[in-house]
Every structure is written in C-alpha cells, then in structure tokens.
C-alpha cells in the first residue's frame, strides 16, 4: 500500500462486504460482537484495506494484537522461513529449538530478577487457566481475588475471573467457585465516593479486602491468588494510582498469597515500557501475556517463579501451544519492539496524549482522558458533573469514526479506547486525532 492515510471510496459497508456480511449472517456464530461491518481483505503496517478497496487506519491492531503492523515484512519472513521448515512438533510430547529459545527470551525481559518457568497456550484465557492451576496445585488453596471491570477470558475457569459485562457469563453458570471480586481502583470513579481528581483509591486494598473481605467472608489462608491488570483493559482503560500495585505485593507478601499480573492487553510494549508494571517496579509471582506477543500469529505464555512450577509431567500441557511458526513469530516481535517500536510507543503516545488533555475542555462529553503510551481511554459522559456514562455517544462515536475511515472500539461502559499497532506515526496520529475530534463534536450536537 503506498498510503499511510485511510481512503474511503464506496458507501459503507460496499457491494463486495455485503456479500461476505451475509455468508458471515448464516454460518458464523451468533455470539461474536461486531461493532461496524469492517471486511478486511488485507493490511500493511497501520492500514487495512477491505474488500472493497477501502483503507482505514487501525487503531484498533486487531484488539491490540498487531503489534508490530500488519504483516511486518521481517515477521512475515521468519514465519514463511519456519513454516518452510517445520509447523508443528508438539512441544508437550518433544522438543524444538524456537520453544526453549523462546522460554530463555520471556524469563529474561518479565520483571523479577529471579529464576523463571514458562508454559505455553494459544490465547490469553488459557494463559490465565494455566496461572490459575499453578496457584491452586503450588499453595493448596483455592480462592481467588479478581477485580469488577476485569476482563481475563471466556474459558469457564478465567470467565470465573472475569466481571466486565454480565452478558459475557450470563448463562454459563455455575462458574468456579470460590472467586471474589472486588472493586477495581478508578481515580475517575472512586469506589468509595471520593471526588478527588487524582484519588489514591488505597482504600481498596486497605479497607476493603484487608479489613472487610479478609474478615468477614474470605479467609486470607484460604486465598491462592491476586489477579490483577497493571491497566484495566476491557474495564475501560484505567489506569491505577501508582500506589496500587504496590500494596497489593504488600498484601499477597503478608498473607503467602501469589500475585499475577494480567498482561494480555497491556504488555508487549503498548505502554510504551515493555510491561505495563515496569512503570512501577512492581514484579508479580506469575505474568501471563498474548495479543501482542507474536504479531498476529495465536500464542498465549504463562511466565511463574520457577519454584512454583512444582507440577509433574503431564499435570499441564497443550498440543499447539508454542507451536514452532508462533514461537519464531514471537522471537522476532520480540526484538522489533526492543529495537525501535516500545520508544515508538512511548513517543507517539505522549504526541497523542498532548493532543487530548484538553478535551474535557474543550468537549462537554468528555470526561476524562487517560492511558499510558498506545492504550488510551477516552471516557464519554452526559454530565461532567455527575459523570454518568455515556455509552449512546459513545457508539455514535465509534460508527461515524468507521465512516471517515478510523477503525476504534469501545471499553468500559462509555470509553472510546486507542490502540494502533506500535509503529505508527506523527502524520497517522494527526489523522487519527482530527477524525475524533470532529466525530466528537457531531456527537454533542
């Protein structure tokens, strides 16, 4: 593609997605959310061209899965060069090369300067189902602390984790037992009331899990594990005070409670630091990560102190996790966001954040603008006063966004979320600024 920009050439969507749309309307699963009738055909770095010749600027990245761009040339290379060599060898039952590579990449790059073990999966949720068996067969407990808003997967053990809309778990119960949730700690919506701009939200970790839940219903023995995401991502990219994480190693340390950091979403140098939780200097027990980690290709880690990997052959395994094409996918992302595209992230994200700082002031809908490097949230109100969600806005937002050729999605209740790949640049963020702007400004009308 010789542009950087998106070009919008048909009426949206065009004859030749209308065509898949209905393919898609008979055989595809019901249960997939659509936001706008996008058909891509193909893409390069930050742009993807549809069926009908198209082209958007993602900022999007498929879920914040194209890290590196669409179709990065040196991923493609080193995917067409291993598929040309070997697909699949079953990690569980043999060994190859790129897996145990792999292994010795992510235990040195993950926070903590301590041995490592690393389990391999497809995905994100079986990251997490693996970070959740290894808390339960190493401490011998079973309970669990997640947080509302949060998103960990829709496999039944991470659904069990996971409380960020009700349709997500509504009629697959009953889920795992023994799973609390807590509030998460939003300064823009402080749990307990507090109208603070920056409020610290210490009062969840002090009061509420330690003097209430850990005294009321949930003995501190029992409980196996903290989740958490470093950024809430599907919750609506809230980005914690800094003391947040902090006392939540204080608190796991205290009761002999593991930690586990949730890094699907906001890990692999979206951030602008290659984890979201290396912007405090807090190293949780266990990370699992995915989207970003191998540029498009399915791959899911789960990355434990290597003393709580005391399980014996066979306990945990997957046939295609770490499948040798994924891995040497991975290996190479990995050396492109350390090479240019986590300071690209960082750079380009304070650009853009510069941008929209403003817009509570400029925009009466908007309530606030947050996020750190490439994940930023903007959260639409009715009211900046009351700031009550607003999801109707919202959507309007993300439709007419769609027709002016920007590709972006929703999270939280109200927020328009940033994602783009980590490659873009100045003019791309410009563009993707001007669209939400005058999308912005129909909206209020």
């Known amino acids: 593609m010789e542009t950087k920009l998106p070009h919008i050439s048909t009426p949206l969507p065009g004859p030749e997605a209308q065509k898949i749309l209905a393919l898609d309307k008979q055989y595809v699963s019901p249960s997939y959310t659509r936001d706008y009738p996008l058909v891509a055909k193909r893409g390069e770095g930050a742009i993807v061209e549809d069926v009908d010749g198209n082209l958007f600027l993602d900022f999007a990245a498929g879920i914040a899965v194209v890290s590196t761009g669409h179709c990065h040339p040196d991923v493609v290379k080193v995917i067409q060069r291993q598929a040309a060599t070997l697909i699949h060898m079953?990690?569980?039952?043999?060994?190859?090369?790129?897996?145990?590579?792999?292994?010795?990449?992510?235990a040195q790059i993950t926070p903590g300067k301590f041995p490592k073990r690393v389990a391999f999966g497809n995905s994100g949720t079986e990251a997490m189902e693996a970070a959740m068996k290894i808390a339960r067969y190493h401490t011998g407990r079973h309970r669990f602390i997640a947080f509302l808003g949060a998103f960990h997967g829709r496999t039944l053990g991470s659904l069990s984790l996971t409380a960020s809309k009700a349709v997500q778990r509504r009629g697959f119960g009953p889920l795992l037992s023994g799973v609390v949730h807590v509030p998460y700690a939003n300064p823009y919506r402080c749990p307990q009331g507090h109208r603070a701009p920056e409020c610290a939200?210490?009062?969840?970790?002090?009061?509420?899990?330690?003097?209430?839940?850990?005294?009321?219903?949930?003995?501190?023995?029992?409980?196996?594990?903290?989740?958490?995401?470093?950024?809430?991502?599907?919750?609506?990219?809230?980005?914690?005070?800094?003391?947040?994480?902090?006392?939540?190693?204080?608190?796991?340390?205290?009761?002999?409670?593991?930690?586990?950091?949730?890094?699907?979403?906001?890990?692999?140098?979206?951030?602008?630091?290659?984890?979201?939780?290396?912007?405090?200097?807090?190293?949780?027990?266990?990370?699992?990560?995915?989207?970003?980690?191998?540029?498009?290709?399915?791959?899911?880690?789960?990355?434990?102190?290597?003393?709580?990997?005391?399980?014996?052959?066979?306990?945990?395994?997957?046939?295609?996790?770490?499948?040798?094409?994924?891995?040497?996918?991975?290996?190479?992302?990995?050396?492109?966001?350390?090479?240019?595209?986590?300071?690209?992230?960082?750079?380009?994200?304070?650009?853009?954040?510069?941008?929209?700082?403003?817009?509570?002031?400029?925009?009466?809908?908007?309530?606030?603008?947050?996020?750190?490097?490439?994940?930023?949230?903007?959260?639409?109100?009715?009211?900046?006063?009351?700031?009550?969600?607003?999801?109707?806005?919202?959507?309007?937002?993300?439709?007419?966004?769609?027709?002016?050729?920007?590709?972006?999605?929703?999270?939280?209740?109200?927020?328009?979320?940033?994602?783009?790949?980590?490659?873009?640049d100045r003019e791309q963020a410009d563009c993707a600024v001007e669209i939400l702007d005058r999308c912005t400004s129909e909206a209020e009308k």
């Open 90 to 106: 079953s990690g569980t039952d043999f060994y190859y090369p790129a897996l145990a590579q792999l292994a010795e990449k992510l």
């Open 201 to 424: 939200c210490d009062c969840i970790c002090s009061d509420l899990i330690e003097r209430q839940l850990f005294k009321t219903a949930v003995p501190p023995e029992d409980v196996a594990a903290i989740v958490v995401e470093p950024i809430q991502g599907e919750g609506g990219y809230v980005v914690p005070p800094p003391t947040f994480l902090d006392n939540l190693r204080r608190i796991a340390d205290k009761y002999g409670i593991l930690l586990i950091f949730d890094e699907v979403q906001c890990g692999m140098g979206r951030t602008g630091k290659m984890w979201a939780c290396d912007h405090t200097g807090v190293a949780p027990d266990i990370l699992v990560t995915a989207k970003g980690i191998a540029s498009g290709l399915p791959l899911g880690v789960t990355v434990a102190r290597a003393e709580l990997m005391d399980w014996g052959p066979g306990a945990h395994a997957s046939t295609f996790g770490g499948n040798p094409v994924a891995c040497a996918a991975a290996l190479e992302t990995i050396r492109l966001l350390e090479e240019k595209y986590i300071d690209n992230a960082a750079r380009q994200g304070d650009y853009l954040m510069g941008k929209l700082v403003d817009w509570p002031h400029k925009h009466r809908i908007v309530g606030q603008v947050r996020g750190r490097g490439l994940m930023i949230g903007i959260e639409l109100v009715k009211s900046q006063e009351t700031r009550e969600p607003n999801p109707e806005a919202r959507n309007r937002v993300i439709e007419r966004a769609f027709q002016l050729g920007l590709l972006v999605l929703g999270c939280g209740e109200s927020t328009i979320r940033l994602m783009p790949p980590l490659v873009i």
